[in-house]
């Protein structure tokens, strides 16, 4: 199937915790793989339901998105999350993140 992916990713490969949101909220450790404009994508142990609202949080950064895609693998799932909402995202993220879309856009 080809890839319908129209933007520029940024492979990250950086753990981090995902915290399902809900009542009660449910915290999981993910590895951020890649960060795009418009989402990210982690892996997981354990699948997370589509559309469930997710917090993401490494360093001093957060990203809440919304499940959109999920896809089962050898060792847990990838789970692809729409941006809802993120922290600004500071050195050296926000600038390999610029140059990344600036290459794509030309």
Do not use: Y
């Not at 960060?35 to 559309?51: H, L, N, R, T, Y």
């Not at 089962?72 to 909402?85: M, P, V, W």
């Amino acid at each position: 199937m080809p890839s319908v992916r129209t933007e520029g990713r940024i492979e990250a490969h950086m753990p981090a915790v995902a915290i399902i949101l809900g009542h009660p909220d449910v915290q999981v450790a993910c590895q951020i793989r890649d960060i795009s404009k418009s989402g990210m994508c982690i892996g997981v142990e354990q699948a997370i339901p589509m559309d469930k609202i997710v917090r993401v949080e490494w360093s001093d950064h957060f990203l809440v998105g919304r499940v959109q895609r999920q896809t089962a693998e050898e060792a847990g799932f990838a789970i692809g999350l729409e941006l809802l909402n993120c922290s600004q995202w500071k050195e050296p993220l926000a600038s390999a993140l610029a140059e990344s879309l600036v290459a794509v856009f030309r």
